[in-house]
């Protein structure tokens, strides 16, 4: 960070500088993957763990496969077994997930409306405990499973954290679980915001991934791949615009529902199967920052915190 006039500003080479010497764990690694013996492909890291853990319906180069094993070494590479499954095996697995994040270096820190927003190298633990089977034809739930050996993967990237302001309004009018509608509005708000983060990124939503800290409001965004992507400093730079970008885009849509719809609040990157979401909360949370609500990120605040994705 540089100061200037006693406060303290983003160093941009710096964080160049800091993508660029990423060379060490956790940039293209990837697993190879063996079919009877042969390998028939690799797929990178964290993706991998995703898609390839045990039980996993994988398809590659226009066929379906199953992982039967999924091994990660201690040098960061590691190998997958699969099987075939028939051409029309009717099913398709989605991780469960979550991830654990930690702030390694603050390299830059704004002020947002009245929300501190700190642009950080961070560490991310990727965590797949179990997964979801889904018929690919009529999209029905047809069974939850944990694995015995929950798969995982450490990787350092570049992103941004903050703390949304508490909906307290929403949430004492909500009758039901309280903690769970206060999680449900942060894991909502952290969503949208990746969500509409495409118009800041040319297409990047995809490329970054959130965490919203249960129900302390804190919400981590970062490059999901390894090493960082430059997306989430896109974003961290235009915050205060998407704040009020996805104010609108939750408010513009007429599903009223309490969780929201695919076309607001749900997100296909989602590793808890968009659960809990509250969409009252969420608008609230951001109506309230955009109007200068203060917020900092302290860290006891969140630790303890179940982490939503
Ligand atoms: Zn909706
Ligand atoms: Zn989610």
């Known amino acids: 960070m540089l100061e200037k006039n006693g406060r303290y500003l983003p160093y941009r080479s710096r964080a160049r500088r800091v993508l660029r010497a990423y060379n060490i764990r956790g940039i293209g690694e990837t697993i190879r993957i063996y079919h009877k013996g042969r390998r028939i492909g690799e797929r990178e890291l964290p993706m991998a763990i995703r898609e390839l ?31 075939k499954l028939p051409v029309d095996y009717p099913y398709k697995t989605d991780a469960l997930r979550y991830a654990e994040p930690e702030i390694v270096e603050v390299l830059g820190q704004r002020t947002v409306y009245g929300v501190q927003a700190l642009y950080c190298r961070l560490r991310i633990k990727e965590v797949v405990e179990g997964y979801l089977l889904k018929n690919i034809y009529t999209g029905q739930l047809e069974g939850r499973s944990f694995l015995s050996e929950p798969v995982s993967y450490s990787f350092e990237t570049l992103g941004f954290v903050f703390k949304a302001p508490i909906p307290r309004k929403s949430v004492n009018k909500y009758k039901a679980e309280k903690v769970e509608a206060l999680a449900g509005s942060f894991h909502a708000l952290e969503h949208v915001l990746i969500e509409c983060g495409n118009i800041y990124t040319g297409g990047g939503a995809s490329e970054m991934g959130g965490i919203s800290m249960g129900a302390s409001g804190v919400i981590f965004v970062y490059d999901a791949c390894p090493g960082g992507s430059g997306a989430s400093l896109l974003l961290y730079r235009c915050l205060d615009d998407a704040f009020k970008r996805s104010l609108s885009i939750m408010e513009e849509c007429d599903c009223r529902r309490v969780d929201g719809c695919p076309r607001c609040t749900y997100s296909y990157q989602c590793g808890n199967n968009n659960r ?21 990120v302290i860290e006891e605040e969140y630790e303890m915190e179940k982490p939503y994705i």
């Open 53 to 83: 853990f045990p039980n996993a319906v994988y398809l590659h180069g226009g066929a379906k496969y199953q992982s039967k094993l999924l091994k990660i070494y201690k040098s960061g590479t590691g190998i997958s077994e699969v099987e």
């Open 276 to 296: 809990p979401l509250f969409k009252p909360g969420a608008e609230e949370s951001i109506r309230r920052a955009i109007l200068g609500e203060k917020t900092k």
